[in-house]
Every structure is written in structure tokens, then in C-alpha cells.
Nanobody, 121 residues
Framework: VQLQASGGGSVQPGGSLRLSCAASGSIASITAMNWYRQAPGNQRELVATIISGGSTDYAESVKGRFTISRDNAKNTAYLQMNSLNPEDTAVYYC????????????????WGQGTQVTVSS
């Protein structure tokens, strides 16, 4: 299973970006899709989660500004980021938890490559 993240870039404070994360390969099911971020010198932190039923959860620092959504048919998650500020600057990683058709007996965690988000004037 592979996760392909895209949509990062540079934006001025107050701007918006939309990240995408497409999962492909031998996917049997995906239980949850998540976005993490890691700023230089900081630990990786969970930013947003969406589970298969559609429920979402967010880090306090992004509530009201970020929205996670998911297209189950495409195995793709999105992160709409509005009102960005310099503290949002980080490498953003997508993650999915589910079952691989080749290993149905276990729950797997899959990671995409990071995508850089830079917020600066």
C-alpha cells in the first residue's frame, strides 16, 4: 500500500492550502486517515483524524481553521487549511490505518512522504 501526499507549498499568513493524500495498492479496508505534522526541532504531532464513518477530530491548535475530509471511493483524504499562520509551518505527513489484502490478520499503518507547508510573509 502506498500513500501519495500532495498540495504543500508556501503561503502568506492568512492564506489557505489544501493537502491531498491518495492511498493505493492492495487495500482491503481503511479505518482511519490522519494528518500529522512535524516542525523543525519538534515532535511529530497529530493534526486531524477522520474515521471510516466520517467522524473527525482535530488538534486544539487547528480547530476552526482546518477541515479534514475523505473520499472513500477514491481512498483519498484531504486537509483544507485556512487562516494559516507561521506556527503552521511544518512538514505534513499523511497516515492511514487499515488492512492489507495480503495480510488480513493484522492492522497496518501506512505513511506517505511528507509535504512541506511554509507560512511566511
Amino acid at each position: 500500500v502506498q500513500l501519495q501526499a500532495s498540495g504543500g507549498g508556501s503561503v502568506q499568513p492568512g492564506g489557505s492550502l489544501r493537502l491531498s493524500c491518495a492511498a493505493s495498492g492492495s487495500i482491503a479496508s481503511i479505518t482511519a486517515m490522519n494528518w500529522y505534522r512535524q516542525a523543525p526541532g519538534n515532535q511529530r504531532e497529530l493534526v486531524a483524524t477522520i474515521i471510516s464513518g466520517g467522524s473527525t477530530d482535530y488538534a486544539e491548535s487547528v480547530k476552526g481553521r482546518f477541515t479534514i475530509s475523505r473520499d472513500n471511493a477514491k481512498n483519498t483524504a484531504y486537509l483544507q487549511m485556512n487562516s494559516l499562520n507561521p506556527e503552521d509551518t511544518a512538514v505534513y505527513y499523511c497516515n492511514a490505518r487499515g488492512r492489507d489484502k495480503r495480510q488480513m490478520f493484522r492492522v497496518s499503518d501506512w505513511w506517505g512522504q511528507g509535504t512541506q507547508v511554509t507560512v511566511s510573509s
